[in-house]
């Protein structure tokens, strides 16, 4: 950091030149004839600060690569804490202390060491080792992991070259200390947009069994004909929350398929039938509620069990080319089984289960370690699923309500 102390001005960095090393000074330079980027380092700080005898106080501009916060910290003898605002408001506190050395916080090439290791041992597809896209990435990282001095610029390089990589999101982040907040207990609420007719997005769908039937019990009283369930988007639904759901919307017991992790290719040759699911797998639904760490198992299978209160109307899934994950394999299953109809667009062909997994105490990764595969044994890895209704040109929502209404 340099202060000046004549205008009351500073201006702090991260190591210097560090995005031109991560993107090659050609494409550095190129967006910045663009206006994309500013400055060559990842972290960039300036503005003014105040003293006082025993804090100094600095408030300006935080650039972090071409995104820019609105920037509010102090200094207390070692410590330091602050915070960051967005555009829209919302804010991220900041906090640390002074180090004497510029040496890297961490061991950062032995970190990544270990999350190779962790990835080929965990991700789902056991040929991803054989993957020239997994070897060149990881070459690139390899040759950038000794300049690694913080976290930032850790993020940035697993970014840049993550691109190449043939499955979305590939992070290495810190894990943050969970302290035992009481949340506050949400309410879910039928929303009905038109007579008769309920939405559900994706936020509204409750993860625990008294709030699913709660939501259904007032589905009910409002004498519902049509439940429309939004599963547009990249939103992140809970494997939970769809089981429960399912089990809401068929008077029968049917079996989805199921999830197999890398531990299941390994020791079989070929998918399990759904007759062997019972003595091969084990039941999602009877897991243990706390702890589920899904990359240790061969795999599970998933089935309905019908709900006391059951769902008598039509029910309709929106879905597009981001639907994936959980939110997938949940629209295969309903269309499978005749249980829904699917509006939209071709869903996006990643029908996997994501689990985070520890790297040591300070770190952890998310990755896909499961992959999904109906009771027929097809997996829809990059095919998707097509919807009934296929709807291109107009909101599928509002296309569904001409249709129904």
Not at 95 to 105: N, V
Not at 324 to 329: L, P
Not at 357 to 381: C, N, R, T, W
């Amino acid at each position: 950091m340099k202060v000046n102390q004549e205008s009351k001005t500073f201006e702090a960095h991260t190591r210097k030149d560090a995005l031109k090393d991560i993107a090659g000074t050609f494409t550095f330079f190129a967006a910045r004839t663009a206006g994309i980027l500013k400055y060559p380092e990842i972290i960039h700080i300036e503005g003014e600060i105040s003293e006082q005898p025993d804090a100094t106080f600095y408030s300006g501009t935080f650039i972090h690569l071409d995104d820019s916060y609105q920037f509010k910290a102090e200094t207390r003898q070692n410590s330091f804490t602050g915070k960051i605002v967005d555009n829209k408001n919302r804010t991220r506190l900041l906090h640390g202390e002074k180090i004497s050395s510029d040496k890297p916080l961490r061991n950062y090439a032995t970190l990544i060491n270990k999350a190779f290791l962790i990835t080929e041992k965990y991700y789902f597809d056991r040929n991803l080792i054989k993957l020239s896209e997994w070897q060149n990435f990881k070459e690139d990282v390899n040759d950038m992991k000794s300049d690694i001095s913080d976290d930032y610029e850790l993020a940035a390089v697993i970014y840049w070259y993550r691109k190449k990589l043939p499955f979305p999101r590939y992070e290495i982040e810190k894990t943050e200390i969970k302290e035992n907040v009481t949340k506050r207990k949400k309410s879910f609420v039928p929303n009905e947009i038109e007579k008769q007719t309920i939405l559900l997005r994706v936020s509204d769908i409750p993860d625990r069994v008294t709030d699913m039937k709660q939501l259904f019990n007032e589905i009910q009283n409002n004498q519902c004909t049509n439940l429309i369930i939004d599963l547009r988007g990249r939103k992140k639904l809970q494997l939970t929350s769809a089981v429960l759901l399912a089990n809401h919307l068929t008077v029968h017991s049917v079996l989805w398929g199921a999830y197999l992790t890398q531990k299941w290719t390994n020791t079989n040759g070929s998918l399990p039938n759904p007759v062997e699911y019972e003595t091969h797998l084990k039941n999602f639904a009877r897991l243990p509620n706390k702890d589920k760490k899904f990359y240790l198992e061969t795999g599970f299978y998933l089935k309905t069990e019908p709900a006391n209160t059951v769902f008598k109307g039509k029910t309709f899934l929106l879905i597009d080319q981001r639907t994936s994950k959980v939110a997938e394999a949940l629209a295969i299953a309903l269309k499978n089984e005749n249980i829904a109809t699917l509006v939209g667009q071709k869903s996006a062909g990643l029908p996997m289960l994501t689990d985070l997994l520890p790297i040591d105490q300070f770190y952890h990764m998310s990755i896909q370690v499961a992959q999904f595969h109906d009771k027929e044994g097809k997996s829809y890895f990059t095919n998707g699923i097509t919807p009934d209704l296929e709807v291109s040109d107009e909101d599928a929502l509002s296309y569904l309500l001409k249709k129904i209404h």
